[in-house]
């Protein structure tokens, strides 16, 4: 029998923990079952206290203290202990039916989800078939004030298409807390960002200011960073690189965004939906007599 579950991932702040929240109350305002599985390691408060929390077998703050390691190492350390351990994952979702959609609660470090092969592994694990055969689905966020900063936003997006080929698995690319960005971007300029466009490098605000702060008059002028006088940089150089990101990502066409505004109900609602279509949920799901209570004394003949 299949299992269900999404693995929330994303850098810091993107607000994969506040989705986590929302998708849950969703579920429950929904009468559908969820099983939070909460892997960050320095995780403190949550909303909906985690079903099974990777701080019962190994914190962030012990790794640092018996090991010797800063918080990146001490973080690898804590998942290179769970891969020795997964019996532990094992014995909490080997009992959960189908009716459940297990969610996986991820740090914001991006190198997990880059180049360390430790997730990879994991999923292939997770969905092992004979094993635990939890059909899964990856859900990455960017946050939305990316798209102010067009370079930032394609750094994000490059790490974005970086997990889709690490994880091999359905996955959804999300745009985050896009109630922070209404009134800063036109409609027609966000179906841009949602299907990345090399477009977009053509009319980057943020460069345009940053030339004009450097009193730049020619594309070619070099400028120093304000931060250190001995560096410097060519203006063209830095839009070819940022253009060639660019096409790279739109060349590719893997990767598009869905938007989520986590204070809409709607807007959650039609992730989970795009989750749900990943897992193939509903088609697992058996059909269901109605009951006596569901239909009212008119609709009888």
């Given at each position: 029998?299949?299992?269900?579950?999404?693995?929330?991932?994303?850098?810091?702040?993107?607000?994969?923990?506040?989705?986590?929240?929302?998708?849950?109350?969703?579920?429950?305002?929904?009468?559908?079952?969820?099983?939070?599985?909460?892997?960050?390691?320095?995780?403190?408060?949550?909303?909906?206290?985690?079903?099974?929390?990777?701080?019962?077998?190994?914190?962030?703050?012990?790794?640092?203290?018996?090991?010797?390691?800063?918080?990146?190492?001490?973080?690898?350390?804590?998942?290179?202990?769970?891969?020795?351990?997964?019996?532990?994952?094992?014995?909490?979702?080997?009992?959960?039916?189908?009716?459940?959609?297990?969610?996986?609660?991820?740090p914001g470090q991006i190198e997990l989800?880059?180049?360390?092969?430790?997730?990879?592994?994991?999923?292939?694990?997770?969905?092992?078939?004979g094993s635990l055969d939890v059909r899964?689905?990856?859900?990455?966020?960017?946050?939305?004030?990316?798209?102010?900063?067009?370079?930032?936003?394609?750094?994000?997006?490059?790490?974005?298409?970086?997990?889709?080929?690490?994880?091999?698995?359905?996955?959804?690319?999300?745009?985050?807390?896009?109630?922070?960005?209404?009134?800063?971007?036109?409609?027609?300029?966000?179906?841009?960002?949602?299907t990345p466009d090399t477009a977009l490098?053509?009319?980057?605000?943020?460069?345009?200011?940053?030339?004009?702060?450097?009193?730049?008059?020619?594309?070619?002028?070099?400028?120093?960073?304000?931060?250190?006088?001995?560096?410097?940089?060519?203006?063209?150089?830095?839009?070819?690189?940022?253009?060639?990101?660019?096409?790279?990502?739109?060349?590719?066409?893997?990767?598009?965004?869905?938007?989520?505004?986590?204070?809409?109900?709607?807007?959650?609602?039609?992730?989970?939906?795009?989750?749900?279509?990943?897992?193939?949920?509903?088609?697992?799901?058996?059909?269901?007599?109605?009951?006596?209570?569901?239909?009212?004394?008119?609709?009888?003949?």
């Amino acid at each position: 029998m299949s299992k269900f579950g999404t693995m929330v991932m994303g850098p810091a702040g993107a607000g994969k923990s506040t989705f986590c929240a929302a998708l849950i109350t969703h579920l429950n305002l929904n009468r559908r079952s969820s099983f939070y599985v909460n892997l960050d390691p320095a995780a403190e408060s949550f909303e909906h206290q985690p079903d099974l929390d990777i701080k019962d077998l190994i914190s962030l703050h012990d790794a640092m203290e018996e090991v010797g390691l800063g918080p990146n190492g001490g973080l690898i350390y804590c998942f290179e202990f769970l891969m020795e351990n997964l019996d532990w994952l094992t014995e909490s979702l080997d009992g959960l039916t189908e009716d459940y959609l297990i969610i996986f609660d991820m740090p914001g470090q991006i190198e997990l989800y880059t180049h360390i092969p430790i997730l990879p592994t994991l999923m292939r694990f997770l969905s092992q078939p004979g094993s635990l055969d939890v059909r899964m689905a990856a859900v990455y966020l960017l946050e939305a004030t990316f798209v102010v900063d067009r370079a930032k936003f394609f750094a994000g997006t490059l790490s974005a298409m970086s997990a889709m080929l690490m994880l091999e698995v359905p996955h959804i690319n999300v745009l985050s807390k896009m109630d922070l960005v209404k009134g800063q971007v036109k409609k027609k300029d966000m179906k841009k960002f949602l299907t990345p466009d090399t477009a977009l490098m053509d009319d980057d605000p943020v460069e345009h200011e940053r030339r004009l702060r450097a009193g730049e008059e020619d594309a070619d002028d070099e400028f120093k960073r304000p931060d250190d006088k001995d560096q410097v940089m060519k203006g063209t150089s830095f839009r070819k690189l940022n253009r060639a990101v660019a096409g790279l990502i739109e060349n590719f066409s893997m990767v598009n965004y869905l938007k989520l505004d986590v204070t809409n109900e709607d807007s959650v609602a039609a992730i989970l939906s795009y989750i749900d279509d990943c897992i193939q949920f509903h088609e697992a799901q058996d059909p269901k007599e109605p009951k006596d209570e569901d239909f009212e004394e008119g609709d009888e003949e």
